[in-house]
């Protein structure tokens, strides 16, 4: 495969953090390039969520540097608030909102943060529900779909900012088995059109597909990165091998 | 043939039991069910031939029909009392506006009130409250209802201009009632001369309008990062709800005028509205709090990672969940409200239910007939109470409460 050679959009140095007493994150360093997927894996409590939110400043990291496009995250709000119009996130648990239907979840932002006109912003949530394949769903509520399509309405209200970097964090574990599929179908279909991706997951198969590097995380510390070929075919650390064995086997 | 083999295949849905099948299933189920049924059915039928026989026979009336006008608005002098008919007639007209544009539960409301008019307007009986006046002007608000009507469906009426007619119109009715110095057509009325209905609903109205927004700023301010503001939101808090409301009605009627110099002094229906509004809002804050609490946090990392400022994750996301969750609570706590506000008969208002006891206590043959005063004031206050339940219950419908996560 070959390295891209675009710019990097995401540079980070030393990242470290702690909750309490507990050091979640050892001081990482990783540097995305525009266009790249990057796939992070590792054992719960790996520290590869909590990296993962902390480029949006979902969580304050306390030492080291994050650039995100050109960007220094630090205590500045007018910063967070740009790196965030930049960056889409996808969580685990959808998080869709509530009490609005799905065309309004999917709007919601580009109105009010945007400044879209209502006609614009619809207009554009339709053309990314008819992408993520649920356009039928548009006047629905949340509580009425399945978590298949939930996530991808989530995807699509992700998208509808249209951030230069998603970040996904496990996107496909809350979901039944059936509807992973039609998640990273779309996620597939996302990272060959070019976006800048970063996905914490265990979905090999989709690793295999798509990404361009993986990093293996354990104890708050990337202990490996590489290839998919050369992480899956020649994995250098013992803890990777172990843990590849053990999610790989059936 | 086909279609009705279908049929035979299909398991049909259980159909409702009969009568008789629901007699024997929930009445006569068992030998103690039996007895029950044998021993309740008579005794309930006793106590209501009793109650009917009372209400239609014995009772005596009168008290209650004798002066609509005193329950209604209490001492406000007869002569102006055409002020207390416009206010009233400017919200009805108004509830006829917004029937037109926003129909569901103010459709049910505004015929209510229309059938209300009409049948009093048509009564026929003789009373003297009752004259050719009083019977065309409560025809002139049915007919102020269909007008509103007609007025909400067309389409120059935007939504925000009622709102707007909505800010206005109890303004205005205040100012009419109340009157302005050195005004021949509308001279002052002390606030000391209104009563009844009129008092209960204009410190329920104030109450609840009030109240709201100052708990949900309570309860933000408690959840604030500010000491400050954090520190103040909480001690308001705690002391109102440690205090009985008959305890602040005091203060802030005796209290209140102690502090502040006798020509700044505030009306004794304001300090009122204040005790009881602060009181309300202590309560209403804590619902909200609880409410915020509920809302996931996946909710607020969900609109912070879209974008969105601290600002409008709290109007757009937040506030919207936190409210829909609680609003049976906070509507709990209107009801409680509408029925506290019985309690300013202590610092000497004359509220609907205090008009009552004042009748009962002008005259030595009322003393006997304190029944039909206080079960017609029993029901009035239900009839509300209901009213504002349902009410309750129809938005939570419409806002999906149970339905949507």
Known sequence: MIEPINEVIISCKNVQKWFGDFQALQGIDMEVHKGEVVVIFGPSGSGKSTFIRTLNRLEEHQEGDIIVDGIELSHDVRNIEKIRMETGMVFQQFNLFPHLSVLQNITLAPIWVRKWPKEKAEETAMELLERVGIPEQAQKFPANLSGGQQQRVAIARALAMQPKIMLFDEPTSALDPEMIKEVLDVMIELAQSGMTMLVVTHEMGFARAVADRMYFFDEGLIVESGTPKEIFHNPQEDRTKLFLSQILQH | ?405
């Open chain 2, 1 to 405: 043939m086909a279609t009705t083999e279908v049929v035979q295949g299909t398991k049909r849905p259980p159909q409702p039991p009969g009568l008789i099948k629901w007699i024997r299933d929930n009445l006569f189920s068992s030998w103690g069910n039996t007895l029950l049924t044998i021993v309740l059915l008579p005794s309930i039928a006793y106590i209501l031939i009793i109650s009917i026989r009372w209400m239609f026979v014995s009772a005596d009336w009168r008290v209650v029909t004798q002066f609509p006008l005193l329950y209604a608005v209490g001492q406000y002098p007869r002569d102006e009392i055409w002020r207390v008919g416009i206010g009233l007639s400017l919200i009805i007209f108004m509830l006829g506006v917004s029937w037109g544009k926003w129909g569901g539960l103010l459709r049910s409301i505004s015929i209510a009130f229309g059938l209300v008019f009409a049948v009093l307007a048509l009564l026929p009986v003789q009373h003297p409250g009752l004259d050719l006046g009083m019977r065309l002007y409560l025809s002139a608000n049915v007919l102020l209802i269909v007008i509103g009507y007609l007025a909400g469906r067309i389409q120059v009426m935007k939504g925000g201009y009622i709102i707007i007619g909505w800010a206005i119109v109890p303004i205005l009715a205040i100012l009419l009632l109340s009157g302005f110095a050195n005004n021949s057509t509308i001279p002052v009325v002390g606030t000391t001369l209104w009563g009844g209905l009129l008092v209960t609903f204009l410190l329920s109205a104030g109450g609840i309008l009030l109240s709201f927004p100052i708990g949900i700023a309570l309860a933000l301010g408690r959840r604030s990062s500010l000491p400050v503001v954090s520190a103040f939101s909480t001690i308001f808090i705690e002391t109102i709800r440690g205090v009985p409301l008959i305890t602040i009605l005091f203060m802030f009627s005796i209290i209140l005028a102690l502090f502040l110099p006798s020509e700044s002094r505030i009306d004794r229906l304001v300090r009122a509205l204040m005790a009881i509004t602060f009181f309300s809002a202590a309560y209403s804050a804590e619902n909200v709090r609880g409410g915020l609490q509920a809302v996931p946090l996946g909710q607020i990392e969900a609109a912070k990672a879209v974008g969105m400022s601290k600002f409008q994750t709290m109007i757009l996301i937040t506030m919207p969940q936190a409210l829909r969750a609680v609003l049976p609570a906070i509507v709990g706590q209107f009801i409680s409200l509408f029925k506290d506000t019985t309690l300013v008969v202590i610092v000497g208002i004359n509220d609907f239910l205090g008009i009552g006891r004042s009748i009962i206590n002008s005259d030595p043959e009322f003393m006997q007939l304190q029944i039909e005063v206080y079960l017609f004031i029993a029901v009035i206050y239900w009839i509300f109470c209901y009213l504002m339940s349902m009410a309750s219950r129809r938005m939570e419908a419409a806002m999906g409460v149970s339905t949507r996560l």
